[in-house]
T-cell receptor, first 115, second 112 residues
Framework: DVKVTQSSRYLVKRTGEKVFLECVQDMDHENMFWYRQDPGLGLRLIYFSYDVKMKEKGDIPEGYSVSREKKERFSLILESASTNQTSMYLC??????????????FGPGTRLTVL | GNSVTQMEGPVTLSEEAFLTINCTYTATGYPSLFWYVQYPGEGLQLLLKATKADDKGSNKGFEATYRKETTSFHLEKGSVQVSDSAVYFCALSGTSYGKLTFGQGTILTVHP
């Protein structure tokens, strides 16, 4: 079974802190994604990565950055956390290639509260 | 751009009732369509998918048919159980790196 793990299930930080959310997948997938989940808005894509050191902005990248130094690990960084970044953060990975319809596999999520 | 619209929830049913959750989409090209489910305290997991028009995805008693003419992918189950209580997300995948566009999610609660 594909396993996607996230470093924390719950996290509480203060406004202005730098926050790191870590995600690790064990299936050698090329593609990794970070979403945030908010009630009534579904999941929105923040950033994704299609190869080591390669990244692209998603729909809501403002206030976030990412890092992918190794294939299995994809980090989401909040440079200066703000209260409007309080949310559930979900990481996913897939082995999508052109012409395929590969499934995305999700981690359990990190619920971040910024005070 | 791509978008997905799901019926508003929450949906509350009694056990053994019939379930329909509506999903319509707007997309360019020929997207693949998915239903994901999120059980309490967990991440999302794939429930079913369909990759082309008229395909029917099915799993665990749930079904959805890819209707290109109505741009819809409605989720159905003939007899729900308490264990089906969860949040259900409709999603589509375009052609770029398999990125998913999600609907807003529908909370389903099934009472005994």
């Amino acid at each position: 079974d594909v396993k996607v793990t996230q470093s924390s299930r719950y996290l509480v930080k203060r406004t202005g802190e730098k926050v790191f959310l870590e995600c690790v997948q064990d299936m050698d997938h090329e593609n990794m994604f970070w979403y945030r989940q908010d009630p009534g808005l579904g999941l929105r894509l923040i950033y994704f990565s299609y190869d080591v050191k390669m990244k692209e902005k998603g729909d809501i990248p403002e206030g976030y950055s990412v890092s992918r130094e190794k294939k299995e690990r994809f980090s989401l960084i909040l440079e200066s956390a703000s209260t409007n970044q309080t949310s559930m953060y979900l990481c996913a990975s897939s082995d999508w290639t052109p012409g395929s319809t590969d499934t995305q596999y999700f981690g359990p999520g990190t619920r971040l509260t910024v005070l | 751009g791509n978008s997905v619209t799901q019926m508003e929830g929450p949906v509350t049913l009694s056990e053994e009732a019939f379930l329909t959750i509506n999903c319509t989409y707007t997309a360019t090209g020929y997207p693949s369509l998915f239903w994901y489910v999120q059980y309490p305290g967990e991440g999302l997991q794939l429930l079913l998918k369909a990759t082309k028009a008229d395909d029917k995805g099915s799993n665990k008693g749930f079904e959805a048919t890819y209707r290109k003419e109505t741009t819809s992918f409605h989720l159905e189950k003939g007899s729900v159980q308490v264990s089906d209580s969860a949040v259900y997300f409709c999603a589509l995948s375009g052609t770029s790196y398999g990125k998913l566009t999600f609907g807003q999610g529908t909370i389903l609660t099934v009472h005994p």
